[in-house]
Nanobody
Framework: QVQLVESGGGLVQSGGSLRLSCDAS????????ISWFRQAPGKEREFVAA????????YYTDSVKGRFTISRDNVKNTVYLQMNSLKPEDTARYYC?????????????????WGQGTQVTVSS
């Protein structure tokens, strides 16, 4: 099994920044990619960004390109999501997910391993 723990969420003003962390443990050798998803109340969980486990490939949804950066610390088995120029519409609970088959998949039902999520709230 793979365990994922997110941290780094909080309350920030519009235009501010936050860095989310996703710590992976357990059978990490199964992991091919890590993705970030977010879910706002009453909305479906949506893809935000993804990175291959080697860190060589990254993917972003259009609405965060140029503002968010996904990266990986290979020593710590941690994936980061640096979020800059935050907007109120970025408010959601953010989840990281691990894919044992490939990387960059954008459908949340494709993932078998999830963290508990961390709340990000952006005030206007």
């Amino acid at each position: 099994q793979v365990q994922l723990v997110e941290s780094g969420g909080g309350l920030v003003q519009s235009g501010g920044s936050l860095r989310l962390s996703c710590d992976a443990s357990g059978r990490t050798w199964f992991i091919q990619g890590i993705s970030w998803f977010r879910q706002a109340p009453g909305k479906e969980r949506e893809f935000v960004a993804a990175i291959s486990w080697t860190g060589s490939r990254t993917y972003y949804t259009d609405s965060v390109k140029g503002r968010f950066t996904i990266s990986r610390d290979n020593v710590k088995n941690t994936v980061y999501l640096q979020m800059n120029s935050l907007k109120p519409e970025d408010t959601a609970r953010y989840y990281c997910a691990a894919d044992s088959h490939t990387d960059g998949r954008r459908l949340y039902t494709s993932y078998e391993y999830w963290g508990q999520g961390t709340q990000v709230t952006v005030s206007s």
